[in-house]
């Protein structure tokens, strides 16, 4: 069955790191996006892809990038992880020609001390 | 840009009682989604809304969306404590170049006490 699947699901990290969250999906779909979810502000889209090579910002983007190199992956990184950034992770993608519904992965819980 | 505010942030009720969620955006929309996140999971799409007015049902659940298209509520009765969990709305924006984007609510966490 197709699916989205999320890599690290749990991980801490220290102040100043790079960390790189993976987002997989095999339902060959075009659109991709990242949101955070902090307790009051409901889904936040980072950053999002319609395609390979494409990628855009969205509300909450800095200190944070992605890349699609292929349909299936996009991973997003945290350049050098703040406090800030402590957050639940939500990959998500959706079908171009389909009715723009938006299937989710687990989540990547992110703790960074 | 495109906001979508939903109320409340909180609902507690008692098990049977019946719950309400509303949202509303800034601007009109082309259609609009409800998700629902149980505690520690992940959203799962409910339903899409798509014509001014337009109502559906699934079982317990009602889902309106307003004529001018700028709003819409999830209304459920006689809560279960299945129904537990946060409701997102979340709507798409009509025209512009947000195509595929979605605005999300804050949701409702909703709290049902048997």
């Known amino acids: 069955d197709a699916e989205i699947t999320q890599s690290p699901r749990h991980k801490i990290t220290e102040t100043g790191r790079q960390v790189t969250l993976a987002c997989h999906q095999t339902?060959?779909?075009?659109?991709m996006f990242w949101y955070r979810q902090d307790l009051g502000h409901g889904l936040r889209l980072i950053h999002y892809?319609?395609?390979?090579?494409?990628?855009n910002k969205g509300e909450v983007s800095d200190g944070y990038s992605v890349s699609r190199s292929n349909t299936e992956d996009l991973p997003l990184t945290l350049e050098s992880a703040a406090s800030s950034q402590t957050s639940v992770y939500f990959c998500?993608?959706?079908?171009?020609?389909?009715?723009?519904?938006?299937?989710f992965g687990p989540g990547t819980r992110l703790t960074v001390l | 840009g495109q906001q979508v505010m939903q109320i409340p942030q909180y609902q507690h009720v008692q098990e049977g009682e019946d719950f309400t969620t509303y949202c509303n955006s800034s601007?009109?929309?082309?259609?609009i989604q409800w998700y629902k996140q149980r505690p520690g999971g992940h959203p799962v799409f409910l339903i899409q809304?798509?014509?001014?007015?337009e109502v559906k049902k699934q079982k317990r659940l009602t889902f309106q969306f307003g004529e001018a298209k700028k709003n819409s509520s999830l209304h459920i009765t006689a809560t279960q404590t299945t129904d537990v969990g946060t409701y997102f709305c979340?709507?798409?924006?009509?025209?512009?170049?947000?195509?595929?984007?979605?605005?999300f609510g804050q949701g409702t966490i909703l709290t049902v006490h048997p």
């Open positions: 979340a709507g798409l924006n009509a025209g512009g170049t947000s195509y595929g984007k979605l605005t």
């Open positions: 892809s319609y395609g390979v090579q494409d990628t």
């Open positions: 809304l798509v014509k001014s007015g």
């Open positions: 601007t009109t929309l082309s259609n």
């Open positions: 339902w060959n779909h075009n659109n």
């Open positions: 998500a993608s959706s079908d171009l020609a389909a009715t723009d519904t938006q299937y």
